[in-house]
């Protein structure tokens, strides 16, 4: 007779726990011959493998054992084996792969008195074998040693603190391994002799600082009989200790270095002067500043165009005059025009009767900064190329020529050189505007600014919200290692999330969106659809993209797609 594949697996899985409760298992066919068995039936008819198998089980139960003959009966009796008491169940099984074939099952319990003892026996090992594991686990290194200082035991840690192996320490003397090399002093000696729980600090042979504790266990006669020696590796603690107070005395160098520059007026607000290039930068804008000559801005978006000229404003002959800023992407070009050089009454419908001043007006004898240049329509770029060479202007529905004295200021992140070779952009206007040209270092050029960065925004936004709170390190270290697309203007609206999401005193690196959005990944998208998962990765991009970019052709750029599809998403999500 043969068991079934799945019977015996079912067989074997429920051998397993009644093997924890002490009860032996056989399988016996109707001829008596056992056909399977588990571990506790070999212990308890203290037979092996050769003298059960392919035997009959009368051979261990006696010649009288009989079967039960009814379906699902079953019969109990006691029986002695080895001066030992046995409860013997038997149940009839169909089990078999014959079904009209029985089969009966044996289970084998120890008198209860015994099996509760073997139960007691074997929760003590399970207890001791966790014990020993939890040890073996200790980050910390523990060392045992008897009341004459022999070892008794030692942990992983102990030999990864001291390099020193488990072979050289098991069973050897600890004092007698004190030597220049491996410990010049052992804590072991000084608590046999003191009776009390020291500190040492020792420098191990692999170069490490550890603290080495030691603690006696005593007996009921208050003699020790157990020294248990715990080791820490402080070299770690050591290394971040020296690394916060560096961190610390750099906070407190580049606050003081912003409280200098702010004082002196050498910095504008969203930008600090550490890089060479962006020294450079500013040098050469606060040189512009005595002159009156057009300035043309470059740099990706985000890096502080508008910062430097405001720079150039204030520290310039025209510091006293209005400072005037228009984003000629930002304004609709039906609308631009009139913006720039305003209109008189009657002008167009829905014109103010008393007419308007337009911003080359209103910056008279100041500057007026014109954002995302390229922008402008080729329309206008005629009329603004007029208005900068013959320094004068005509409002809409005007008769009249206004004399101007308004120094320009431009700034774009796009090739204007590309476009003046592809006829978006006029070239005389380009060389107007490009008469000194400052380019701007991205902030990936510029990380070593980061850090000073990272502190003049927190110092804003404490002051804003009335916060006291404080970046951590490893933020700072994920930041430099992030790309900035967006640049300083990512880099402070980021911060200012984390400002406004994180609890605590401290931003800690979990605050950062991307990293927040990493961890969150696994579930975003459980029980969606795949249309409704592209929706959400569509509307994520798009919301991220309208933050670091003021135009929706900038976006489209950015995102490799055509401009009218931006336009579509934009108000397809509301965003």
Avoid at 260 to 280: A, H, K, S, Y
Avoid at 337 to 354: I, M, P, Q, V
Avoid at 473 to 497: A, Q
Wanted: aromatic letters at 8%; hydrophobic letters at 35%.
């Amino acid at each position: 007779m043969k068991i079934k594949p799945g019977d015996s697996r079912e067989l074997s899985k429920s051998s397993e726990t009644e093997t924890e409760v002490s009860t032996g298992t056989i399988l016996i066919d109707q001829d008596y011959h056992i056909i399977y068995y588990n571990e506790y039936a070999k212990k308890i008819l203290s037979a092996g493998d050769d003298a059960i198998e392919h035997r009959s089980v009368r051979h261990f139960l006696g010649q009288t054992f009989t079967l039960p003959e009814e379906p699902d009966s079953e019969k109990s009796f006691y029986y002695e084996i080895q001066g030992r008491q046995i409860l013997v169940t038997v149940t009839r099984w169909g089990g078999g792969e014959e079904k009209d074939v029985p089969a009966y099952l044996i289970l084998l319990l120890l008198e209860p008195k015994l099996a509760q003892n073997e139960l007691e026996e074997y929760a003590k090992k399970q207890v001791l074998q966790d014990l020993q594991e939890i040890i073996e686990a200790s980050f910390d290194g523990i060392l045992v040693t008897d009341a004459a200082g022999n070892v008794e035991l030692v942990n992983q840690g102990y030999v990864h603190n001291t390099g020193i192996t488990r072979k050289e320490l098991l069973g050897r003397n600890i004092l007698k391994l004190v030597n220049p090399v491996w410990m010049k002093q052992s804590v072991v000696g000084m608590v046999q002799e003191k009776k009390e729980t020291i500190s040492l600090r020792h420098m191990t042979r692999n170069g490490k600082s550890i603290i080495v504790t030691g603690t006696p266990i005593f007996d009921e006669q208050k003699n020790i009989k157990k020294i248990v020696v715990n080791s820490r590796d402080i070299s770690e603690l050591y290394a971040l200790s020296e690394k916060l107070e560096s961190a610390k005395k750099m906070e407190e160098i580049y606050m003081q270095r912003l409280k200098l520059q702010e004082e002196r007026g050498e910095t504008p607000d969203d930008v600090v002067i550490v890089n060479p290039e962006m020294q450079q930068v500013f040098r050469l804008a606060k040189k512009l500043g005595n002159f009156n000559t057009n300035v043309l801005l470059t740099g990706e978006s985000g890096v502080g165009k508008d910062e430097v000229a405001k720079f150039i404003h204030k520290n310039g002959l025209r510091a006293s005059k209005p400072y005037v800023a228009v984003n000629c992407g930002a304004v609709p070009e039906n609308l631009l025009e009139s913006e720039l050089f305003g209109y008189e009454n009657g002008a167009f419908t829905g014109a103010l009767k008393c007419g308007k001043k337009g911003l080359f007006e209103q910056a008279e004898g100041g500057v007026l900064f014109l954002d995302e240049v390229a922008e402008i329509p080729q329309s206008l770029q005629v009329k603004l190329l007029r208005a900068l060479e013959n320094r004068e202007i005509m409002r809409l529905g005007g008769t009249k020529l206004i004399p101007l004295n308004v120094r320009i200021i431009a700034a774009t992140n796009q090739d204007l050189p590309a476009m003046v070779k592809n006829g978006s952009f006029r070239e005389d206007l380009y060389y107007r505007l490009n008469v000194v040209n400052i380019r701007i270092p991205s902030l990936r050029e510029r990380k070593d600014e980061i850090p000073l960065l990272c502190l003049k925004f927190v110092h804003y936004y404490n002051r804003q919200y009335g916060e006291n709170k404080k970046m951590t390190y490893p933020v700072i270290r994920e930041f430099e290692k992030y790309s900035w697309p967006g640049n300083i203007r990512e880099l402070k609206n980021v911060i200012e999330n984390m400002f406004v999401l994180s609890d605590g005193e401290y931003l800690n690196v979990r605050d950062i969106p991307w990293i927040g959005r990493k961890q969150k990944l696994g579930n975003q998208y459980e029980g969606r659809t795949l249309e409704e998962a592209v929706e959400e990765v569509e509307r994520e991009l798009l919301r991220e993209a309208k933050e670091k970019f003021h135009t929706t052709r900038q976006i489209a750029e950015h995102l490799k797609v055509n401009q009218s599809t931006v336009v579509r998403k934009l108000k397809k999500y509301q965003l």
